[in-house]
T-cell receptor, first 110, second 111 residues
């Protein structure tokens, strides 16, 4: 069974203080690893898909990287508007299904 | 994603009552999904449908039912058999590259 573990559960940052979120996974045959951002009371918003080890993707202050066992979401010089819960999910051979981690809640203080 | 509409945003269910959550999409995508989200837990798949008139159970289908009579609609019924229905329910569609896009969600509370 696919498993996804995100750490830490919560992260409090000062504005401008860069940090990284971790997503460790086990899956038989990775089709893709997905990162989402979720604001309170809203549906998850798609950020990135990574397909193979060594791949990197960037969007504004966010950069996602992938190895064979984990993915990192790097937040560079965060701003208060980056405060959200970040969700990681993996897609295995059954391409209909995403298995999600519990998320990391990031709070950025001005 | 603006092309996925869930309603109502908030719903209250009495004990023993069935309730239906609506999900409509205007993106012409074949695959649609229902997920459940509980505090501190990851999203869990309830049901999914890849074509009209066909659907499959996900990981936590017990106490739920769905239909897929039209491509654009995938309603979820929470039946009285679901003993712990209070949660945030998310409808989703599968887009380009198997990326799954979510609606804004519906809150269901048992009163």
């Amino acid at each position: 069974e696919d498993q996804v573990t995100q750490s830490p559960e919560a992260l409090r940052l000062q504005e401008g203080e860069s940090s990284s979120l971790n997503c460790s996974y086990t899956v038989s045959g990775l089709r893709g690893l997905f990162w989402y951002r979720q604001d309170p009371g809203k549906g998850p918003e798609f950020l990135f898909t990574l397909y193979s080890a060594g791949e990197e993707k960037e969007k504004e202050r966010l950069k996602a990287t992938l190895t064979k066992k984990e993915s990192f979401l790097h937040i560079t010089a965060p701003k208060p508007e980056d405060s959200a819960t970040y969700l990681c999910a993996v897609q295995g051979p059954d391409d209909y299904k995403l298995s999600f981690g519990a998320g990391t809640t990031v709070t950025v203080r001005a | 994603d603006g092309g996925i509409t869930q309603s109502p945003k908030y719903l209250f269910r009495k004990e023993g009552q069935n309730v239906t959550l609506s999900c409509e999409q205007n993106l012409n995508h074949d695959a649609m999904y229902w997920y459940r989200q509980d505090p501190g837990q990851g999203l869990r798949l309830i049901y999914y449908s890849q074509i009209v008139n066909d659907f499959q159970k996900g990981d936590i289908a017990e106490g739920y039912s769905v239909s897929r009579e039209k491509k654009e609609s995938f309603p979820l019924t929470v039946t009285s058999a679901q003993k712990n229905p209070t949660a945030f329910y998310l409808c989703a569609i599968s887009g380009t590259g198997n990326t799954i896009y979510f609606g804004e969600g519906s809150w269901l509370t048992v009163v």
